[in-house]
T-cell receptor, first 111, second 111 residues
Framework: SQTIHQWPATLVQPVGSPLSLECTVE??????LYWYRQAAGRGLQLLFY??????ISSEVPQNLSASRPQDRQFILSSKKLLLSDSGFYLC??????????FGPGTRLTVT | DAKTTQPTSMDCAEGRAANLPCNHS???????VYWYRQIHSQGPQYIIH???NNETNEMASLIITEDRKSSTLILPHATLRDTAVYYC????????????FGSGTRLQVQP
């Protein structure tokens, strides 16, 4: 069966510090991968998606970046965090047109 | 993707059916209706999807009106664990396969 992992579960970082969130998927190959962010009390916002290794599409211009160094690994990064980067970060995967499967999320607080 | 309109919140008594409406009056012929839900502090979970016929699975039923301008998600016997935000999403099957989440309906199941 397929499993999606995200870590860390929670993170508190000061403004201006770097960020690296990792997502890995098991049990499937060549999935589409997604990063979403959910600000407090708001809906999900798509940040990045990837249809293959090294292929990243950005939905929202900001100080975040994403990379896909391996088929089932998706990394979200920032060189300098802003207060507005606080939120709940969710990784998801799909290989059908019907369903996306979400990870447990990382709750990031920028102080 | 077509825009959707959902009530902000709803209450339902435990054991009763929960009927969650969604308006999508601008839906086009090749767009599907999807429902996801998000339990507090977790990633969204796929529930069901449909094109024009009513659909049922182990979680819920989806009723789509004949003109496809609205739909209703039915949880036949709501439990406390069904308390969540429910998202109605309309999108085509092709394309980038990402999901656009609105604000959803916050369903509170009361004991």
């Amino acid at each position: 069966s397929q499993t999606i992992h995200q870590w860390p579960a929670t993170l508190v970082q000061p403004v201006g510090s770097p960020l690296s969130l990792e997502c890995t998927v098991e049990g499937t190959s060549n999935p589409n991968l997604y990063w979403y962010r959910q600000a407090a009390g708001r809906g999900l916002q798509l940040l990045f998606y990837s249809v293959g290794i090294g292929q990243i599409s950005s939905e929202v211009p900001q100080n975040l970046s994403a990379s896909r160094p391996q088929d089932r690994q998706f990394i979200l990064s920032s060189k300098k965090l802003l207060l507005s980067d606080s939120g709940f970060y969710l990784c998801a995967w799909s290989n059908t047109y019907y369903e996306q499967y979400f990870g447990p999320g990382t709750r990031l607080t920028v102080t | 993707d077509a825009k959707t309109t959902q009530p902000t919140s709803m209450d339902c008594a435990e054991g009763r059916a929960a009927n969650l409406p969604c308006n999508h009056s601008t839906i086009s012929g090749n767009e599907y209706v999807y429902w996801y839900r998000q339990i507090h502090s977790q990633g969204p979970q796929y529930i069901i999807h449909g094109l024009k016929n009513n659909e049922t699975n182990e979680m819920a039923s989806l009723i789509i009106t004949e003109d496809r301008k609205s739909s209703t998600l039915i949880l036949p016997h709501a439990t406390l664990r069904d308390t969540a935000v429910y998202y109605c999403i309309v999108r085509v099957l092709t394309g980038r396969r990402a999901l656009t989440f609105g604000s959803g309906t916050r369903l509170q199941v009361q004991p």
